[in-house]
């Protein structure tokens, strides 16, 4: 076996450690560089990510009591709720005096619906087209803004049965009147009514002359 001769194995190590160091050098570098070429991950994914607050104004505002929505539990004694205290006072007078007999009778006046804004009115009737397929067949239900007795303080929906029967029965006393058929909750004031009935009821509001304005 041949044997390499002592000074060539040293000149070999003496080759080795610049090559060594030249490729560590060489590693250093492209490391350095790709560090800098490629963009840490952020520490927040898009996903995770709070959103921006949607501007104010974007969503319809919603009617609330002062518009005239009644809360559950409301009799015509309720000062303190608008869709009452702001019905005509002669209407809302002959209410509390038929109230008030009625109590003998153990019935509470319950209201579900009496004075409205416009803003308020004009929802319910784009709610009742929705329901009802066309503007004809929810005009016999809701009125427009413009002929609306609620709007104009002249109208109450008496909420309960016992309420409504007893009013059928005895509201033309005190000049409370029914109106039309298809609604038997629905009262307005005549005072007429207290020495000669109460007048024909339409078949529903698209009778009423008062709507065709």
Not at 7 to 28: D, E, Q
Not at 51 to 69: L, M, N, T
Not at 170 to 183: D, K, Q, S, T, V
């Amino acid at each position: 076996m041949n044997r390499t001769p002592p000074s060539a194995r040293t000149g070999n190590r003496r080759i080795r450690w610049p090559v060594v160091a030249g490729l560590s050098v060489v590693t250093a570098v492209i490391t350095a560089v790709l560090g800098h070429q490629v963009p840490k991950s952020p520490s927040t994914s898009p996903t995770s990510a709070v959103p921006p607050q949607a501007p104010r104004g974007q969503h319809r505002d919603v009617p609330g009591e002062a518009d005239g929505v009644v809360p559950d539990g409301v009799t015509v004694f309720d000062d303190a709720i608008p869709a009452v205290a702001n019905l005509d006072p002669g209407l809302l007078k002959a209410l509390r005096q038929a109230a008030k007999a009625a109590v003998n009778d153990g019935i509470e006046f319950g209201v579900n619906g009496g004075w409205r804004s416009a803003a308020y009115q004009n929802q319910l009737l784009r709610q009742a087209v929705a329901t009802y397929g066309s503007e004809e067949e929810a005009a016999r239900w809701v009125a427009t803004a413009e002929t609306s007795r609620h709007v104009s303080g002249d109208a109450v929906d008496i909420g309960r049965s016992d309420a409504t029967a007893w009013l059928s029965e005895h509201g033309a006393g005190y000049g409370l009147c029914r109106i039309y058929r298809n609604e038997p909750w629905h009262y307005e004031l005549r005072t007429d009514a207290i020495d000669h009935g109460c007048p024909r009821m339409y078949a529903d509001p698209t009778q009423d002359p008062r709507m065709q304005q």
